[in-house]
């Protein structure tokens, strides 16, 4: 990392003549992949769900892999996975009380004497 905050030794993503970026090739985005791969697994085994709400312990705990996980994947992508986990994650939980409280329903009601058909 250079010596000014906004200074950084990762190399520039190449432009394309317009200016714009260019999209990121799949062995790219296989190490993107591969380094958010690492991170979360870092994050389940130290029980750390939120890296975005607990930044200071995950860079504690998983920073090697924090680190490789930036290094490898654009900002954008990094946000959008660390937020991607939450929102999957609470889903998940969502569904499972869900199906939960069907279960309940249905054996009330078989217990009041309803069948399926």
Known sequence: MGWLPWSS??????KSSDGGRI???RSSRERCYEGRDLF??????????DSV???????????KEIAEF??????AWVKYFKEKRVMEYNRDKTIEKLKKEDQE???QMKARGWSPR
């Open 9 to 14: 030794s990762t190399p520039e993503t190449p």
């Open 23 to 25: 999209a990121p090739d």
């Open 40 to 49: 979360f697994s870092c994050l389940d085994k130290n029980d750390i769900l």
């Open 53 to 63: 709400k607990n930044d200071k312990e995950a860079r504690r705990k998983c920073g």
């Open 70 to 75: 930036e290094s490898v994947c654009s900002r």
């Open 105 to 107: 329903q249905v054996a």
